[in-house]
């Protein structure tokens, strides 16, 4: 497993943008695949996206696709989720997640991941 630590949260006016950012621990970093999640009061746990080790491939959920953008720098091991067009609906505690790239095969699922970071609060104000 791998820690992880976000940053980058906090409240936004509707159509601004934020950047979280997703520090891991270990040098292997390069060896997991990364994924943002979301979760609102009262509702489950949401996919937003993801990222395999090589950068290469990248996946979003349909309600942010063309706004959000997810990229990773090795070097500083760290992926981040560059957010524009905030909208109120995009409010949540957003997570970072961490699986071996070499065993996922559902990137888009969080029950696929096995590290997870604290989570970081986004508030988009209408």
């Known amino acids: 497993q791998v820690q992880l630590v976000e940053s980058g949260g906090g409240l936004v006016q509707a159509g601004g943008s934020l950047r979280l950012s997703c520090a891991a621990s270990?040098?292997?970093?390069?060896?997991?695949?990364m994924g943002w999640f979301r979760q609102a009061p009262g509702k489950e746990r949401e996919f937003v996206a993801a990222?395999?080790?090589?950068?290469?491939?990248?996946y979003y959920a349909d309600s942010v696709k063309g706004r959000f953008t997810i990229s990773r720098d090795g070097a500083k091991s760290t992926v981040y989720l560059q957010m524009n067009s905030l909208k109120p609906e995009d409010t949540a505690v957003y997570y970072c997640?961490?699986?071996?790239?070499?065993?996922?095969?559902?990137?888009?699922?969080?029950?696929?991941?096995?590290?997870w970071g604290q989570g970081t609060q986004v508030t988009v104000s209408s």
């Open positions: 990222i395999r080790w090589s950068g290469s491939s990248t």
């Open positions: 997640a961490a699986v071996l790239d070499v065993i996922a095969t559902r990137f888009r699922d969080y029950r696929e991941y096995d590290s």
């Open positions: 270990r040098r292997t970093f390069s060896n997991y695949a």
